[in-house]
């Protein structure tokens, strides 16, 4: 029995309103210590997991794939698959361990998620993906939402969106997140995807006039807060930022408690510094590594005095044997210097 099994589930009002502002699930990068940095910057943003398969989460080391801490709530899994089943239970699987949220993957357009039939390439499919979401809405009490595209390849967004939002809504979906370009699955890398199709943005608040029920939140391109805060002030739901988040996470996350949620004033890095440590002197006793957290913080103080320096020393020394909190105080010590001098 997983350690969050009887920990509270985060209402769906609460994680409605968290996901206005949402960190995206990003590969390699939202795990669960990246999550815990984010959330000593903001306490309502709704965070995400990696992608996880479902047959991972059936068949794999949950503990390893699922665990989290409990103060990372309001926290989202995110599950790639395309088989009602498997999902079905899957879903089950991750309410069970506490998640406040299950999402299907139907935006990645890596070939790896290619190769197994889901991610974006099921944008395609769309009775498919209404089949997979009723059987997940089936089998446990959290609310079942969606991550897409507007489409992938030669297909007609303005045609294909709708007809794929219609479906998922008649399964029972009411929350979806949109990336605001096509996936084009052959000829692009997942690099190239998130960069070259054109953003559009307009046919995202298409989608919200035509479904005014759905829960919209738009994603894709957006860089900072105040960006963030035009598309809510046209009247989508929710913003979700990626890359953005994580590499200048104080221009994004810093001040949302106190703008979007009106909740406090906004945190000063040094704050969450200090926030981290107990988390991190935890995780090196209990035997891991200072980089395995370090490496999510090198943009804590991005654009500041003492950045570089930061960076550099956590780079260069948390990898080594032994690091420990030691080597976090020397790698503050220059942006705490430079801010004394202002």
Avoid at 144 to 168: M, N, Y
Avoid at 225 to 246: K, T
Avoid at 247 to 272: K, N, S, T
Wanted: glycine fraction near 8%; aromatic fraction near 6%; charged fraction near 20%.
């Amino acid at each position: 029995m997983p350690e969050n099994a009887n920990i509270p589930k985060q209402a769906g009002s609460d994680i409605r309103r968290a996901a206005r502002l949402s960190v995206a699930p990003m590969m390699d990068w939202t795990d669960r210590h990246c999550r815990m940095f984010h959330r000593q910057i903001s306490r309502h943003a709704l965070l995400y997991t990696e992608m996880v398969t479902a047959p991972a989460v059936i068949h794999g080391d949950r503990d390893k794939l699922l665990g989290f801490d409990v103060r990372e709530h309001p926290v989202a899994l995110q599950l790639g698959g395309s088989d009602p089943a498997q999902l079905a239970q899957a879903a089950r699987i991750g309410a069970d361990w506490g998640y406040g949220e299950i999402n299907l993957n139907c935006g990645c357009p890596s070939d790896r998620v290619q190769s197994g039939a889901f991610g974006a390439v099921l944008m395609k499919s769309p009775d498919l993906v209404a089949e997979c979401v009723a059987a997940m809405i089936a089998a446990q009490p959290v609310e079942v939402t969606v991550k897409c595209r507007i489409g992938v390849d030669d297909q007609v967004p303005e045609a294909v969106l709708p007809d794929f939002l219609s479906k998922i809504a008649a399964a029972g979906v009411s929350r979806v997140t949109i990336h605001a370009r096509k996936a084009w699955l052959q000829g692009l890398s997942p690099k190239d995807n998130r960069e070259i199709p054109p953003l559009d943005y307009p046919l995202v608040h298409a989608m919200k006039a035509e479904f005014p029920q759905l829960h919209i939140s738009i994603n894709g391109g957006i860089a900072t807060l105040a960006e963030a805060q035009a598309e809510l002030a046209q009247g989508l739901d929710g913003v979700m930022v990626g890359r953005a988040a994580y590499h200048q996470p104080m221009e994004v996350l810093g001040a949302a408690d106190a703008e979007i949620w009106g909740d406090g004033r906004p945190v000063d890095p040094f704050e969450v510094a200090e926030a981290m440590k107990p988390y991190i002197a935890r995780h090196i006793a209990s035997g891991g590594r200072l980089h395995q957290i370090t490496r999510h913080m090198l943009g804590l103080f991005h654009a500041r005095p003492g950045a570089r320096r930061f960076r550099q020393i956590l780079s260069e020394g948390a990898t080594r044997e032994g690091a420990g909190l030691e080597l976090f105080e020397s790698a503050l010590s220059a942006p705490r210097e430079q801010a004394n001098e202002a």
